[in-house]
T-cell receptor, first 110, second 113 residues
Framework: KNEVEQSPQNLTAQEGEFITINCSYS?????LHWLQQHPGGGIVSLFM?????KKHGRLIATINIQEKHSSLHITASHPRDSAVYIC????????????WGAGTKLIIKP | DVKVTQSSRYLVKRTGEKVFLECVQD?????MFWYRQDPGLGLRLIYF???????EKGDIPEGYSVSREKKERFSLILESASTNQTSMYLC????????????FGSGTRLTVV
């Protein structure tokens, strides 16, 4: 069964801390997405990656194909980073669909 | 700026009404999706379409139908709205089979009373 597991489910940190959110998946992935949703807001795609590492501002996403694991890092976290972060995988046999993780609710305290 | 536009941000409808949720994308994407998002349940796929006039059931299609007459527009129809369809509805589009350019609309919060 194609699955995506995220951890932690909830994360509270102080402003400035380095944040890591983890995502693990089953075999056969063709791409992995990291998305962000602010309270009451729509969902924004942050990264799509199938290998290596991508960086955008203070956000870094990595993927390890052998370990079937991806991480989203936030450096110098800020209260405006508070959101739900979701990973979602495109499996090769998923027929255009994303398989969604449950999301990580991140709160950054000033 | 490319985007997916959902016609309404908030909607309140009565039980039994027929409800139309509209979604338009300007990215020439082949694939379009309708999700609902509920607390504790995450995102669940209702229907998707990978081409004009094509549609596929997702995980929870019961009580819903869809229409895709033009490539840029994907409509979700609640044939007879019920209170258990109160939810946040999210439309998305993507290109090709790898999920490239996966883009969400800002969502429609539907309340059925």
């Amino acid at each position: 069964k194609n699955e995506v597991e995220q951890s932690p489910q909830n994360l509270t940190a102080q402003e400035g801390e380095f944040i890591t959110i983890n995502c693990s998946y089953s075999v056969g992935i063709s791409a992995l997405h990291w998305l962000q949703q602010h309270p009451g807001g729509g969902i924004v795609s942050l990264f799509m990656l199938s290998s290596g590492k991508k960086k955008h501002g203070r956000l870094i996403a990595t993927i390890n194909i052998q370990e079937k694991h991806s991480s989203l890092h936030i450096t110098a976290s800020h209260p405006r980073d508070s959101a739900v972060y979701i990973c979602a995988a495109y499996y090769q046999d998923s027929n255009y669909q994303l398989i969604w993780g449950a999301g990580t609710k991140l709160i950054i305290k000033p | 700026d490319v985007k997916v536009t959902q016609s309404s941000r908030y909607l309140v409808k009565r039980t039994g009404e027929k409800v139309f949720l509209e979604c338009v994308q300007d990215m020439d994407h082949e694939n379009m999706f309708w999700y609902r998002q509920d607390p504790g349940l995450g995102l669940r796929l209702i229907y998707f379409s990978y081409d004009v006039k094509m549609k596929e059931k997702g995980d929870i299609p019961e009580g819903y139908s869809v229409s895709r007459e033009k490539k840029e527009r994907f409509s979700l129809i609640l044939e007879s709205a019920s209170t258990n369809q109160t939810s946040m509805y999210l439309c998305a589009s993507s290109s090709g089979q790898g999920g490239h350019g996966y883009t969400f609309g800002s969502g429609t919060r539907l309340t059925v009373v």
